[in-house]
């Protein structure tokens, strides 16, 4: 059962990497003008609950398995994901809003935030293989 939890986990991690990088790309080619605010921020926003739910889960399910400090290290991270998608201002598009992306850093915040996601979810990915392969070979 803990290889499936592990299997299961580095998948979603997976999928979390994919979309760390689209991130960065997407809001790469906004700083570099080579999408339009708008059409950056709705690409980006229909992303940000699949990473909420993805993230969550993980979250969720490494606390169901009793997996105490993946919980703990995934906690911080899950509880920022739905800290800033609860804390989206009424009138706003999104997490991703094309009228203030530009204003007050916004963008390069955005950017360094998929950087640190992307880090993040790679030491993850390293952690839940190595812990797969552990779970396999005791099984």
Known sequence: MEAVVFVFSLLD????????????????????????????CSKLNKWVIPELVGHTVVTVLM????????????LPVATWNIYRFIMVPSGN????????IHNRGQLKSHMKEAMIKLGFH????????YSMILALIND
């Open 63 to 74: 606390l169901i398995s009793l997996h105490w400090f993946i919980f703990l290290l995934n």
């Open 122 to 129: 790679l030491l993850c990915f390293f952690m839940y293989l």
């Open 93 to 100: 598009m999104g997490v991703f809003d094309p009228t203030e």
């Open 13 to 40: 991690c997976c999928a979390l990497i994919f979309l760390s990088v689209y991130f960065i790309i997407t809001l790469s080619d906004l700083e570099c003008d080579y999408i339009n605010a708008r059409s950056c």
